[in-house]
């Protein structure tokens, strides 16, 4: 397991809105910055949307070159649960992802 993963089951398990900012940054901060491609199977089963949903969102700030976002896009989509059914959640992401957290203003 990577740096990277450890960090990942650390925050999932406390929770995105309970998870120390450091944490956060420094998940971001991997996945901005380093080569590294995160395996979400190396998570429990039920951490890996959580997971899942926050590597999606970050990928979403514009400081990855395509092709970057493309694969690590590639390496979570596999863990994506089934889509939901409707919901009136404020975070359409969330959703989909199949999580209560969300990082919506």
Known sequence: MSDLEALLREITQQGLLHAPHALLRMVAERIWD????TDLSLL???LRPVAGYLIFRL?????????????????????????????????????SWRITDNFSP
Request: hydrophobic share 40%.
């Open 59 to 95: 990928l979403w700030v514009n400081t990855l070159d395509k092709e970057r976002k493309m694969r690590l896009m590639a390496a979570i989509e596999p863990f994506r649960p089934e889509p939901p059914l409707a919901s009136r959640s404020r975070d359409p992401l969330a959703v």
């Open 44 to 46: 429990e089963p039920e």
């Open 34 to 37: 380093h080569t590294v491609i």
